[in-house]
Every structure is written in C-alpha cells, then in structure tokens.
C-alpha cells in the first residue's frame, strides 16, 4: 500500500494519514529537535501591558470625573449669579419707585395737603412775585410793611 515515508510525509504536508497506515502501524513519530547544550541567550521580554493600559484608564477616569466637578462647581456659581443679578434687578426697581415715590411728594400739591394734615394754613399776606408783570400778586400793598 503506502511506503514507510508516505504517512509522514501526509503529517508534514498537513494532511492526516490514511486509515491503512494506521491499521499497520507505518507511522512515525518526528523527532524534536535536540535543545543546545549551550544556555540560550536571555530572552529580552517586553512590558507588561496590563500595569500600562490600567495608568492610562486611571488618568482618563481622573480627568472625567475632575471634569464633571469642574462643570459642577460652575454651574453652582451660575446659579449664584443668577440670583444676585435677580437681587440687583430688584433692588433698583425698588428704588426707582422710590425715587418716583418722593417726586411725587415733593410736589405742591402734596406739600399742600401734608401741611393741611399738620395744621398749617395758608398765609394770606404772602405775596408772590411774577416775573412779567413786575409787581406782586396776592396781598394789598399797603401790607408791605408787615
């Protein structure tokens, strides 16, 4: 049927032997190559990546969540902000209504009335002068010296 070499040479090309050169035993075995008698020079072996790659995740977690504390604390500060610019905003309507308040206070009419509430009456020898006319209104001149 087969040589001796036949199985062998199908293990050396990949292929398994045929079921005939099982049955009779015509396989070989292929001999390990012999290991040198001389130590073998030190093997230089790389980097253990994992060590590597665990830094590289740490630092990038770091600086993630460094960053969302960041973010955080702005968005505080925002809110801060935004309230007192609502406070400002309030505090000038307030005094604008003040303002508004005694102008409104300070005119006759309300002068007026608040010395009426006090019991303050009217001076009938008060006189007043127009600019146009030259001569003073309201009280008799013979009054003048008063």
Request: with cysteine; net charge positive; aromatic share 2%.
């Amino acid at each position: 049927m087969l040589g001796k070499a036949g199985p062998v040479r199908d293990l050396l090309s990949g292929g398994a032997p045929s079921k005939s050169a099982w049955r009779t035993g015509e396989t070989r075995r292929l001999p390990r190559p012999a290991r040198a008698a001389t130590a073998a020079p030190a093997r230089r072996g790389r980097a253990p990546r994992a060590p590597f790659v665990l830094l590289l995740v740490g630092l990038l977690c770091g600086g993630l969540v460094t960053l969302l504390l960041l973010n955080t604390v702005l968005a505080q500060d925002s809110f801060e902000a935004d309230e007192l610019r609502h406070g400002v905003a309030r505090i000038q309507r307030e005094a604008e209504r003040q303002k508004l308040d005694n102008a409104r206070q300070d005119t006759a009419e309300a002068l007026a009335e608040r010395a009426g509430k006090l019991g303050a009456r009217p001076d009938p020898s008060a006189r007043v002068i127009e600019i146009g006319k030259g001569a003073p209104v309201g009280a008799e001149t013979g009054d003048a010296g008063r």
